[in-house]
């Protein structure tokens, strides 16, 4: 589809007038100094409060605030997408405002006929994924004749024309339904119900995404894995979510072409953030889908790209603060691997005690942030925890080999005792070969088996 030029744009906005369209439609305006006012079609409007500047050939509503220009406004009366109110205004030259007239009120004046038709944005033949991403480019072309959106797109620091078409940004406004197949009509029926299954349409009838900014996660072969919507306006009602996804778990990776062949990687808790580092030139970002959203898929799309270092940036409140504190990254580990670890609160407990009251008084040296010092202020060097287990191990006189090992056997054991997958624990472990993994299942058919011989009936019974 191509895209409607700038200049095209302009000229609509600015020789179109606003104030003429609307008293052909049978609106009765009233002068108000040098502007104009009228019942604000867009809700209940007892007093009049919908403002029309015939300078700046905008309108506002103070109630609802409904704002726009007038390619906006023939959207929201009309029905209509963007791009279908761009070439009802642009085909009908009765629209045009003659130069140096006076325009009069009109409020009898019949409405402008039905605009045409034009076609439906997504096909009633093809399957979800091509559903989703023509829903997508849909609200990406409206995005791009979307006053208010491009409006918060540049309140966010997000104008920027590369960034708005390599990631797909869009805009739902309610346009997407209205130029589908009438639902009582089969070929309307069926899309309808396939953009429910889909996520895109809610059992309602009304978009998912509905008055939001639309941010889809598209993988390297450009197929969309998840979409992620931002409400635009902040006065919502009651119980309104500001962000909204599809429904289901979370799929995909954000960014994940920008993550390939990086060491370091800028990790945020929302995708708009990352948007902004992207924005100006921090190419290799990602998202979680908020604090606590670090996904499967996120861990092993760093862990296989050799990713070495990640830059954990939330929010400074404190749930980012304490889903940041929750993360380790091990770098050169078990195998001369790079993994992402959870840390439990027991171990943040001892390892923040640590930081404040025993690691000051061991620094000897310019603070190099190295956590782990010796009595003499250096860095540990990489056996000293297995020289510190065997030591406490001889002195609470344990008798068993081993040093650091034996706190992952143990961890692995009650983990899978506990219920966890083996996969997530081979993760853990650093294990390359889900066989390595699987000497802890023998460990814990062991513990099956003794209770098994311990609590049979033809035990008991005998």
């Known amino acids: 589809m191509v895209r409607i030029r700038n200049d095209e744009l302009d000229?609509?906005?600015?020789?179109?007038?606003?104030?003429?369209?609307?008293?052909?439609?049978?609106?009765?305006?009233?002068?108000q100094g040098k502007d104009y006012v009228i019942a604000c079609p867009f809700h209940a409007d007892d007093t009049p409060s919908l403002i029309i500047s015939p300078k700046s050939n905008l309108y506002h509503c103070f109630g609802c605030e409904a704002a726009g220009s007038v390619i906006d406004w023939v959207m929201q009366t009309q029905g209509v997408s963007f791009r279908h109110a761009v070439e009802v205004l642009r085909d009908d030259p009765s629209l045009l405002a003659a130069k140096g007239t006076t325009v009069t009120r009109h409020p009898t004046t019949p409405k402008l006929d039905a605009p045409p038709k034009l076609d439906a944005p997504v096909s009633n033949d093809a399957d979800d994924q091509a559903v989703l991403q023509q829903v997508i480019e849909y609200y990406h072309e409206t995005l791009l004749g979307s006053e208010e959106a491009l409006a918060y797109l540049e309140k966010r620091g997000l104008n920027d024309a590369e960034l708005i078409e390599a990631f797909r940004l869009g805009v739902a406004n309610r346009t997407l339904g209205l130029r589908l197949p009438q639902k009582r009509r089969k070929a309307g029926a069926d899309i309808r119900g396939q953009l429910q299954r889909i996520g895109v349409f809610r059992a309602t009838g009304r978009e998912h995404f509905n008055g939001s900014l639309v941010i889809p996660v598209l993988d390297t072969d450009g197929a969309v894995r998840e979409v992620y919507g931002r409400k635009l306006g902040e006065r919502l009602r009651k119980g309104t979510p500001k962000h909204t996804y599809l429904p289901g778990p979370h799929e995909g990776v954000f960014n994940i072409a920008g993550l390939a062949g990086a060491e370091e990687v800028i990790l945020c808790e929302s995708l708009i953030d990352a948007l902004t580092f992207w924005r100006w030139g921090f190419r290799h970002v990602t998202s979680a889908y908020g604090?606590?959203?670090?996904?499967?898929?996120?861990?092993?799309?760093?862990v296989e790209g050799g990713v070495k270092r990640v830059l954990i940036a939330y929010d400074r409140d404190e749930s980012g603060d304490d889903a940041a504190r929750k993360t380790l990254l091990v770098r050169q580990g078990k195998g001369r691997k790079d993994r992402l670890l959870p840390l439990g609160e027991r171990a943040l407990y001892w390892i923040d005690r640590y930081r404040q009251e025993s690691r000051p008084r061991l620094l000897a040296h310019e603070d190099d942030r190295t956590l782990f010092l010796t009595d003499y202020g250096e860095p540990w060097h990489k056996n000293r925890l297995s020289d510190l287990v065997r030591?406490?191990?001889h002195h609470a006189r344990i008798d068993k080999p081993g040093a650091c090992h034996l706190f992952r056997h143990a961890m692995a054991t009650h983990m899978l005792e506990n219920g966890a997958d083996i996969r997530y624990i081979q993760q853990m472990l650093g294990h390359s070969d889900l066989s390595t993994t699987q000497i802890y299942t023998q460990v814990s058919i062991q513990k099956l088996r003794d209770i098994h011989a311990a609590t049979h009936p033809a035990r008991l019974s005998g």
């Open 391 to 393: 030591k406490y191990l």
């Open 291 to 302: 604090v606590n959203g670090v996904t499967e898929e996120l861990l092993q799309c760093l």
């Open 11 to 31: 000229r609509i906005k600015r020789e179109v007038s606003l104030l003429e369209l609307v008293q052909r439609q049978g609106h009765t305006v009233v002068r």
